[in-house]
């Protein structure tokens, strides 16, 4: 599987402090284009269900944002001044994605993330509400010290979840597509790299 990371992170580069991720060597351009040319619109779709999952915790999450002077991942680098504190990072996993327990090297422990099915359509994704998560075989996402995870094949939709990401090993299993299925997770953070490179 693979595992793609937009927004703001600190440079390796001499003389930048901060820069944008790019996109893994294969990604499909005109996707990577699309999602640029939409992130404003996507920034507002997690903004929305993060504050519609738990509002305590998403009013957390934007108020460290805010004290932290944290970019969107949506923000412009010409246009960081004007933009609204939000999570500097969203990652997004595909085809077959999977890997260890771990925990994230977030600066805030807080991480919201939606997990959607897509159908193959040429060499890009269509998200799909029809096709229903068994369309992938496994691929729970598991909390190891708890013993618990989500089941996705008995989920319907789009499928959100919060979890502290730097506090709690978390991981997602191996799993197998059915057909042109596949399944996208998706996370968004305030990183620890991105707020040291503010």
């Not at 969107?72 to 595909?94: G, K, M, P, V």
């Not at 618990?148 to 939709?157: A, K, M, P, R």
Request: proline residues 4%.
């Amino acid at each position: 599987g693979k595992m793609t990371a937009l927004g703001w992170t600190a440079s390796m580069e001499k003389d930048k402090t901060l820069v944008t991720t790019a996109p893994r060597d294969n990604a499909d351009p005109l996707a990577y284009e699309a999602f640029i040319n939409n992130a404003s619109a996507i920034e507002e779709y997690y903004r929305y269900h993060l504050m519609s999952l738990i509002p305590a915790v998403g009013s957390e999450f934007l108020q460290s944002a805010m004290e932290l002077g944290t970019p969107s991942f949506a923000s412009e680098l010409h246009d960081l001044q004007h933009t609204r504190a939000f999570a500097n990072s969203i990652t997004i996993t595909d085809g077959d994605f999977s890997n260890y327990l771990h925990c994230d090297q977030d600066h805030v422990p807080i991480a919201f993330g939606i997990w959607f099915m897509a159908k193959k359509n040429g060499r890009s994704y269509e998200v799909s509400t029809t096709i229903p998560h068994s369309s992938v075989c496994n691929g729970e996402f598991i909390w190891g010290r708890y013993g618990i995870g989500v089941d996705f094949s008995h989920c319907n939709g789009p499928v959100e979840i919060f979890w502290r990401g730097s506090m709690d090993e978390h991981a997602t299993m191996s799993s197998t597509s059915i057909g042109n299925a596949t399944r996208f997770g998706t996370s968004i953070q305030i990183t620890r790299r991105g707020t040291q490179a503010m």
